[in-house]
């Protein structure tokens, strides 16, 4: 289990992420709403161990280990992954690099074969091996770059920001079948997104609303219901 | 048998013209040199005929420039001086059949007198006090004429092994038209050697449409202070490619490729810059351009440490040439600091030039982001020195690329 106990998350001087808890369970799909600038993405890169975005009260809990304060490179290998909602382009830098960098000399083609085999089957060339890590990428290529590399590097738990905004049906719908995926992998799942309509094909267990900063409302698929009928300010509207 | 003969009377007289020029002491003087407390003559090795017979320093110094035993062999021209003597010269017969000579300089200018049109002509002697220095005591460099096409590169090295030595070697190329070969320059110093400087000058003349490729590798411990002038004339239709690697080197080290540039002529030149500890690097490169040629001036600088490096470019154009330059940098540590600067002057109201420069320091986002996919902080950052890197080592012949990226790594800025 990945678990956010009581954490608040600085940026600079500013407050971003207060008080929050969650429990992300292995083989359970967790959905996270919440409007723009609530803190999502906030939460999601602090949780990876951005530098920039500060736990200053709380702890992250990954199967029972406090991995709070450990370098990102430590929480990837204990299984942690995040999907960047905007991954940067790396200069220079090309996925080949990157896993002969994690492989030894001994695994590396096999690593090569299963990145293709990965980029096809998330609706890419096996082209993109060999092609500057996002640069010049498309929104949806680098959506679809991500899972990719999400499955190759099967990790424990999955934190996806927005992984559905900005691509096409077809590349939705395959989206969709991949999350489903790591729920059968027994992945646990954070999914970021602002598109009540994909969970209809989502075999999700909680859905979370997140504004401020704050979880407001936890539930089931009836939350995501409301939200899609009267959106977040549905309640002082009436 | 070797035949000893004497330097041809005009040598000689080149040398008294440099020895009269530093007596009467007018000359600029360079701030971080003393030529007092250098010499300039040295005990000679004794000359070997296959690069394995030679001493151990050598071959160490081979490694610092990346050459492993199996590469070398497979060098089909190849010239090694150490110090101010040529130790090797391998020369295949092929190259003979292709119209390619080489020698030492000092032996070319007794057998060929036609290398007195290009004997400091680029280069005149009266520049500063080093290059009456070195007219006064220049020794060895390598001689290449080329009046044909040769694929494979012709390699020249040079190796600073004795202490408190000047290396002032003389390099002459000439290219006669239509000719192309690849010249792969080569100069390092193993890590005992201190306060020796190498005052190197080149004079390259490519003639009507030939091609030359030259490849420069310098590698420098940062207690050797160096001052190569490297100077190209191409004439008309012409095309060169230079590709100049600057790793580490001097407390302070200037590079100077200067290039007059004929028409309908291309010039190419890349560098990659890579300083650290206390050095302080100045690279300039100044191209006049004629009518329809096109210039482009690309570096890369790496520095970390306490080192700092200047680049300067400048291209100007005669005529209706193309020009661009473009400058990267990037800042390892708090206390490194480049320089960049570009400029241009033309002549010719279609002449069209410009230029772009961009320094700063390791990406955080790129760095974050491969670090979550599982790479430590160093690996990241070599990854990403790497990327910065990469354009300019596509350019490099396979051969060099890794080595290069191997001595980069042992510097320890990765
Ligand atoms: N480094 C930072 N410094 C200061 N403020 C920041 C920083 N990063 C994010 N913020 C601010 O924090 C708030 C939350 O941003 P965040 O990106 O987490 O929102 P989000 O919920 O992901 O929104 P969206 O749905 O638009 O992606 C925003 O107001 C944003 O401007
Ligand atoms: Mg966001």
């Known amino acids: 289990m990945l678990e956010l106990k009581n954490i608040t998350i600085n940026a600079g001087k500013r407050k971003i992420v207060e008080n929050l808890n969650m429990k992300i369970k292995a083989g359970e799909i967790n959905v996270l709403f919440g409007p723009n600038a609530a803190g999502k993405s906030s939460l999601a890169l602090a949780l990876a161990g951005h530098p920039e975005y500060k736990i200053t009260k709380g702890k992250i809990i990954l199967d029972g280990e406090n991995i709070t304060k450990k370098a990102p490179e430590y929480k990837s290998r204990k299984g942690l992954f995040l999907l960047f909602q905007s991954p940067p382009s790396v200069e220079g830098v090309k996925l080949r690099d990157l896993l002969s960098t994690i492989s030894n000399e001994k695994d590396r083609l096999k690593i090569f074969e299963k990145a293709k085999k990965f980029l096809l089957t998330a609706g890419l060339s096996e082209q993109f091996l060999n092609r500057e890590i996002n640069k010049g990428f498309s929104g949806g290529e680098k959506k679809k770059f991500e899972l990719a590399l999400l499955f190759l590097l099967s ?4 934190i996806l920001d927005e992984p559905d905004s900005g691509v096409d049906i077809d590349s939705s719908k395959l989206i969709v079948e991949k999350i489903n995926e790591l729920k059968s992998l027994s992945k646990g799942v954070l999914l970021i997104t602002h598109y009540p309509a994909i969970l209809k094909n989502l075999n999700i267990d909680k859905v979370c609303v997140m504004k401020n900063g704050k979880i407001v409302e936890e539930g089931g698929r009836e939350v995501a219901e409301k939200i899609e009928e009267k959106g977040f300010n549905g309640d002082k509207n009436e | 048998m070797v035949i000893k003969m004497s330097e041809p009377k005009w040598v000689e ?11 009467n002491g007018r000359l600029k003087k360079d701030e971080y040199i003393n030529l007092k407390t250098f010499k300039s003559k040295n005990e000679t090795m004794k000359k070997i005929e296959r690069l394995e017979d030679a001493p151990k320093e050598v071959l160490a110094a081979f490694e610092r420039l990346g050459l492993s035993r199996e590469e070398q062999k497979r060098l089909l021209g190849i010239t ?45 002697y009266d520049l500063n006090e080093l290059t009456a220095y070195h007219a006064a005591h220049w020794s060895g460099g390598v001689y290449i004429h080329a009046n044909g096409k040769f694929q494979s590169p012709i390699n020249a090295y040079f190796l600073l092994l004795s202490p408190l030595f000047s290396q002032l070697e003389h390099t002459i190329v000439v290219l006669e038209p239509n000719s192309e070969i690849t010249v ?31 490849i420069k590798l310098q590698n420098w411990p940062s207690y050797v202070h160096t001052r190569p002038i490297t100077k190209i004339k191409a004439e ?32 190419n030149s890349e560098t990659l810059i890579f300083s650290d500890n206390n050095s302080l690097i100045n690279v300039a490169s100044y191209v006049t351009a004629y ?26 154009a005669e005529g209706k040439a193309k020009g661009h330059i473009s400058c990267d940098g990037l800042l390892l540590s708090k206390n490194a600091q480049i320089t960049s600067v570009p400029s241009l002057s033309s002549h010719s109201p279609d002449a069209n030039l410009s230029h772009e420069a961009a320094i700063g320091k390791l990406n955080e986002e790129s760095l974050f982001y491969l670090r979550s996919r599982g790479l430590s902080e160093k690996q990241a950052e070599t990854l990403l020195i790497e990327g910065f890197m990469s354009p300019l080592m596509k350019k490099l012949p ?8 191997k001595i980069i790594e042992l510097k320890g800025g990765m």
């Open chain 2, 184 to 214: 792969v320059e080569g100069c390092t110093a193993p890590i005992p050697v201190r306060n020796s400087i190498h005052v190197g000058i080149n004079e390259l003349y490519v003639k009507k449409n030939a091609r030359l490729n030259l």
């Open chain 2, 80 to 124: 090694v001086q150490v110090d101010g003597n040529m130790l090797l010269s391998q020369v295949s017969k092929i190259l003979e059949k292709k119209n390619v000579t080489i020698d030492s300089t000092s032996e070319a200018v007794k057998k060929y007198p036609e290398i007195k049109n290009y004997f400091f002509k680029l280069v005149p």
């Open chain 1, 155 to 158: 990790p424990k738990y999955v």
């Open chain 2, 291 to 316: 009518r329809d040629s096109s210039t482009v001036l690309l570096s890369k600088t790496i520095a970390g440490k306490n080192s700092k490096v200047i680049v300067r470019d400048n291209i100007t």
């Open chain 2, 398 to 405: 396979i051969l060099y690329r890794q080595e290069v990226k």
């Open chain 2, 236 to 267: 008309k239709g012409t095309h060169v490619n230079i590709t100049n690697i600057i790793l580490g080197g001097g407390a302070s080290t200037i590079e100077t490729p200067i290039v007059e540039l004929g028409e309908e002529a291309k010039i």
């Open chain 2, 13 to 23: 007289h080149i040398r008294e013209r440099g020895r009269a020029l530093l007596k």
